[in-house]
């Protein structure tokens, strides 16, 4: 999910009373709900689509879980002590313990990849031990319903704080109905992808619109229609072969999940992969294989 979807998951779960525990219980859950997308930082030393045989992978396995928050919660707890030498440290903050600090940061950065799995995008649970990607297909990337339930959720409960009253109850309540709203999506995804012709399917929720679904049928790519001309003109397994050694297209490749291959105008091959297929923006997801020559369908 988007980075604003894991800031709203931490703030709520501090809301619902997990950041009484510890002084900055606050920061923790939220910074640790995007802890996991730490791993953007590859672009540093990974270029193109490179990174996205990186991304979700190590950050988001168990080991990101287990050793990220162990960073997050010293950083956390050296501020604390930094401001409190300085004779800056708020009155009104509780003692910060480091104990809840790793507690309530691994808890939250445990969420990131558990909300990660919801799309189709998918995420590898358990890397770098098993390199597999799980995908849920239940929820869009940015779901602004998500976001509307949620972001109410913590302002009421700001809100009622401010007053004297229960701020944990709205935070309860949201949580509870976004577990019911992402089951709703999940039944949806699976009743459009059981009655797909072809099997298997992938069920694609739609931005803005998550009761709606574009199915995806990976084993009848090339038999897409774009505009009225046919989408998969090459056969997958030569230009698979051919992009072996590059590292753009191996990192594409790791990623991808329905690749196909496209003829380009000069006879080479474009992969593409049918989930982020956009005749519109046609270089987003896709690589250029300008060595690997087209060999056409029977």
Not at 93 to 102: M, T
Not at 214 to 222: A, M, N, S, T
Request: aromatic fraction near 12%.
């Amino acid at each position: 999910m988007d980075n604003l979807t894991h800031s709203l998951a931490g703030a709520v779960l501090g809301q619902m009373g997990l950041k009484k525990k510890t002084g900055l219980a606050m920061p923790a859950l939220i910074l640790g709900a995007n802890l996991p997308d730490i791993d953007a930082i590859s672009l540093l030393w990974l270029e193109g689509k490179e990174s996205l045989g990186f991304r979700r992978g190590i950050t988001h396995g168990p080991l990101g879980v287990i050793i990220l928050p162990f960073f997050l919660s010293a950083l956390l707890w050296s501020w604390d002590r930094w401001q409190d030498r300085r004779g800056k440290r708020p009155e009104s903050r509780a003692p910060v313990s480091f104990k809840w600090l790793y507690i309530l940061g691994a808890f939250a950065c445990l969420t990131h990849p558990l909300m990660d799995w919801l799309n189709v995008y998918g995420v590898r649970f358990l890397y770098p031990f098993d390199k597999s990607w799980y995908y849920g297909d239940t929820l869009f990337i940015i779901d602004v319903w998500l976001w509307a339930l949620l972001g109410f959720a913590v302002w009421l409960s700001l809100r009622l704080e401010k007053k004297g009253g229960d701020g944990k109850k709205p935070a309860r309540i949201a949580v509870t109905v976004s577990l019911a709203y992402i089951a709703l999506n999940w039944m949806i995804s699976s009743t459009a992808e059981d009655k797909a012709s072809g099997q298997p399917a992938i069920a694609s929720p739609l931005p803005g619109a998550s009761w709606q679904r574009e199915v995806i049928e990976p084993y009848r790519v090339d038999q897409w229609l774009i505009d009225g001309k046919p989408v998969g003109k090459c056969a997958l397994e030569p230009a698979v072969a051919g992009a072996q050694g590059n590292s753009q297209a191996e990192g594409f490749l790791t990623w991808s999940r329905v690749p196909f291959a496209q003829r380009a105008e000069d006879g080479s091959v474009i992969l593409y992969d049918a989930r982020f297929y956009d005749p519109r923006a046609r270089d987003r997801f896709s690589i250029a294989l300008p060595d690997v020559k087209c060999q056409p369908l029977e």
